[in-house]
């Protein structure tokens, strides 16, 4: 029974580039929660999706970051146009029914550097 | 809003020592819970516990123990006879809602360092 996935585990982009950070929920899972870990930095929310919709973004930088989860696949964290200041741990919990009550596993993160 | 201070940045304590971790929360939620994980050098985030707002109940875990005081709004987390294997940062966290769309507020960590 597999955990939550994450890959690539790390990721090196040079700046302007593109990143796109996968998340495969556990099974039976069909919600999502991306966070970020900036450096010395507790995680802080970025956005929680349900399969094909977004459901909250209030933590996502207003540009170059999207987020999708659909019907079929992992959810993707996408970084347009990268920056130094996007390097940072990138880590996903997903859940069954979105509440913490039902469980909330991480995965391993996937740690951008940004050169 | 949420908010999470666990104000030890960086502990330092000799093996077999007994160490406690601190973590003060403030929230208006009536119903919260609240979690520790651990995040050793290789940087996955290991579940250690979940309490809910109701249980004041202190938890142990073998070396591990755990003590929820709501009157101060504190979740202090206490490692006995500490090992070299307990090195690593510890996150405290508070759960915004306990229904969809339970958003995590995380404190900045706490490094610990045992030595042998």
């Known amino acids: 029974n597999a955990g939550v996935m994450q890959n690539p585990r790390h990721l090196v982009r040079r700046r302007g580039q593109e990143a796109r950070l996968r998340c495969s929920p556990m099974?039976?899972?069909?919600?999502v929660y991306w966070y970020r870990q900036l450096p010395e930095e507790g995680l802080k929310f970025m956005v929680y999706?349900?399969?094909?919709?977004?459901?909250?973004e209030s933590g996502m930088p207003k540009e170059r970051f999207s987020a999708e989860f659909p019907k079929e696949g992992p959810s993707i964290l996408r970084i347009q146009q990268v920056v130094r200041g996007d390097s940072a741990a990138y880590f996903c919990?997903?859940?069954?029914?979105?509440?913490?009550?039902?469980?909330?596993?991480f995965g391993s993160g996937t740690r951008l550097t940004v050169v | 809003a949420q908010k999470v201070t666990q104000a030890q940045t960086e502990i330092s304590v000799v093996e077999k020592e007994d160490v406690t971790l601190d973590c003060v929360y403030e929230?208006?939620?009536?119903?919260?819970?609240l979690f520790w994980y651990k995040q050793p050098p290789s940087g996955e985030l290991v579940f250690l516990i979940r309490?809910?707002?109701?249980?004041?109940q202190n938890e142990i875990s073998g070396r591990y123990s755990w003590n929820f005081q709501k009157s101060t709004s504190s979740f202090n987390f206490t490692i006995t006879a500490s090992q070299v294997v307990d090195s690593a940062v510890y996150f405290c966290?508070?759960?915004?809602?306990?229904?969809?769309?339970?958003?995590?507020?995380f404190g900045k960590g706490i490094t610990l360092s045992v030595r042998p």
């Open positions: 929230t208006r939620d009536t119903t919260y819970y």
């Open positions: 966290a508070l759960s915004e809602g306990t229904g969809a769309n339970s958003k995590l507020t």
């Open positions: 099974k039976g899972h069909s919600h």
């Open positions: 309490r809910n707002s109701f249980d004041e």
């Open positions: 999706l349900q399969k094909e919709n977004i459901i909250d």
């Open positions: 919990a997903s859940s069954p029914e979105g509440s913490v009550l039902y469980g909330y596993t």
